[in-house]
């Protein structure tokens, strides 16, 4: 009991000491994603949106992309379960509906099929400019359609958060 414990208490100071880096480096990977979902952006400002209940279990922060006070559109962060646990993405959506990109910020899909088809990017290419009626077209990646399944679902439940931030006058 007694290694047991020093094991913990040397988990839980390591933890301590590594957990304002790590949300660093998170925060860091998502400034990232909305930058390279709006290239022309000049800024990006967290909006707010009260989301539905089963929104909300998905959709995270939702920040709004402007160029000289003009909206481009919204990065919204989701959250969908693939086949080895949550798929964390950032989901750009033009004013008008369009999806811009999508950008997974952090996964634990299995190396070698999961993982490859988001790293190769052969389904997140697909989501470019779709819009709401036609990701029900994006076709999932054999082997991998688990994970396929829920970057889809991801995306759906980004564009329903914009579809309601913009119904309530996100803009």
Not at 137 to 151: D, F, H, R, Y
């Amino acid at each position: 009991m007694i290694i047991i414990a020093a094991v913990v208490l040397m988990l839980a100071v390591v933890n301590g000491l590594t957990k304002d880096r790590i949300a660093e480096n998170e925060k860091k990977a998502n400034d990232e994603a909305r930058i390279a979902l709006f290239e022309d952006a000049t800024s990006f400002e967290p909006t707010t949106v009260d989301l539905s209940e089963d929104l909300s279990k998905y959709v995270g922060e939702i920040y709004e992309a402007t160029i000289n006070g003009e909206s481009l559109g919204f990065c919204i962060s989701v959250s969908s379960n693939g086949f080895g646990g949550a798929i964390n993405m950032i989901v750009g959506v033009t004013v008008d509906g369009l999806i811009t990109g999508v950008k997974v910020v952090s996964h634990t899909e299995t190396a070698g099929v999961g993982e490859r088809i988001i790293s190769n990017g052969s389904i997140l290419s697909q989501f470019i400019n779709a819009s709401k009626n036609s990701v029900s077209s994006v076709e999932t990646i054999t082997g991998a359609t688990v994970t396929s399944k829920a970057i889809i679902e991801g995306v759906s439940k980004a564009l329903e958060a914009v579809s309601q931030l913009l119904a309530d006058g996100g803009l």
